[in-house]
């Protein structure tokens, strides 16, 4: 038996999408009806029977997929399941996932008045040709228009994610969308370089010489460019990818930067508790099937060992702006990082990549173009 008892988060993954976006590797289907939502539902809720009376959970996050493509009465069931299933009393942080061409003032009411406190929008853009080049299917007109139904219907925490280094995009036309995207006022916003996933439609394309990517000094310069200018305006990076005004950070995210302990439901949906780590089947049948049969869905099951345990926070706390901090780290890991990291952290920073003091080390500015090649290196024993 998986131990589930002492998650603090949870993480929904909602498989369905009216449309495959091209550079996207999330687990998703676009073929499906409401009969097929409904059952997912009540499976879902089921599978949560499975961890929930044991764990007490201070955040949620829906994510996809597509969430709000359930329509708006199953959702409703499943945030009422879920609420029974988990102590969810402790919750100061619920996220969902909103596709903009399709928010409802009425679905947003509804999620505020079941608990759902914080939105999150795929904007991606504000050009509708590098829209088009994602195969997204919605207007930037979209964006304020939800952002303003969501603020209707009581929402204060908000995100749009945004996407740079898209074929065709200069730093100019990536400087407006940051521009118009800091105007929606949301004051967290995350800002992902394109990645060409093995096997999406967008890394094919590349392939075939069809579109060509961004050249790595442009990206870098657009990474430079955020960084720079919503610092100015006071929403800094407090990781790679994302930035908050003060107060403003996801709370589940960095729980995951934390190393904490999860529980993932849903096809695909991944859990860490202590140590052990699990995926659930990333295919709708395969899970609707061990579910109903009773069987858990877990694939990938591994009980990481103290050091790859101690390795792998290490590789994601220095996502953070605050990098790694000893102190934290020996109160989660019982290891002392000065120790643990000693080779990679004297290389690295004597290549300008890693900076320090006493308390702990971080990303340099040079650093954060190959953070993925340090973060390998703590890895390795
Ligand atoms: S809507 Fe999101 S999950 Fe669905 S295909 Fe597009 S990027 Fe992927």
Not at 142 to 169: H, T
Request: hydrophobic share 40%; aromatic share 8%; proline share 3%.
């Amino acid at each position: 038996m998986l131990p589930g008892g002492l998650a603090e988060g949870l993480y929904v993954h909602v498989p369905f999408c009216f449309h495959k976006c091209h550079y996207c590797d999330f687990y998703s289907i676009t073929r499906q009806d409401e009969g097929r939502m409904g059952k997912f539902v009540e499976r879902l809720l089921k599978e949560a029977e499975v961890w929930g009376s044991s764990s007490r959970i201070s955040t949620v996050f829906f994510g996809g997929g597509t969430p709000s493509l359930l329509p708006l009465e199953m959702m409703r069931k499943l945030l009422q399941g879920l609420k029974l299933r988990f102590d969810l009393s402790q919750v100061d942080e619920w996220t969902v996932e909103v596709n903009p061409a399709t928010a409802t003032l009425e679905y947003c009411q509804m999620l505020r008045e079941e608990g759902v406190n914080r939105l999150s929008f795929g904007a991606q853009s504000f050009v509708v040709a590098e829209l088009a080049t994602l195969e997204r299917h919605h207007e930037p007109r979209q964006v304020a228009e939800s952002l303003q139904l969501a603020r209707q219907a009581g929402f204060k925490r908000l995100n749009i994610d945004l996407i740079y280094a898209i074929p065709g995009q200069t730093l100019e036309s990536w400087r407006r969308s940051l521009e118009e995207g800091m105007a929606l006022g949301t004051g967290h916003m995350s800002c992902y370089g394109l990645t060409y996933e093995p096997n999406t439609p967008m890394a094919v394309k590349k392939r075939l010489g069809v579109i060509k990517g961004a050249e790595e000094s442009v990206e870098l310069e657009m990474l430079r460019h955020t960084r720079r200018r919503l610092a100015e305006v006071g929403w800094p990076a407090y990781e790679i990818s994302n930035y908050a005004k003060e107060g403003e950070e996801c709370r589940h995210n960095l729980m995951y930067w934390r190393g904490g302990n999860y529980i993932g439901l849903g096809p695909s949906g991944a859990s860490h508790v202590e140590g052990w780590r699990w995926r659930n089947r990333p295919h709708l049948r395969e899970w609707e099937e061990a579910v109903d049969e009773g069987r858990l869905a877990a694939v990938e099951v591994e009980k990481l060992s103290a050091e790859q345990r101690a390795r792998e926070l290490g590789m994601l706390m220095l996502r953070l702006r605050r990098g790694i901090n000893y102190e934290e780290f020996a109160g989660r890991t019982g290891m002392d990082a000065r120790m643990l990291f000693a080779g990679v952290v004297g290389q690295m920073t004597n290549h300008g990549l890693l900076e320090g003091d006493q308390s702990g080390f971080w990303l340099s500015e040079g650093g954060l173009a190959v953070a993925d090649a340090i973060s390998a290196e703590l890895l390795k024993g």
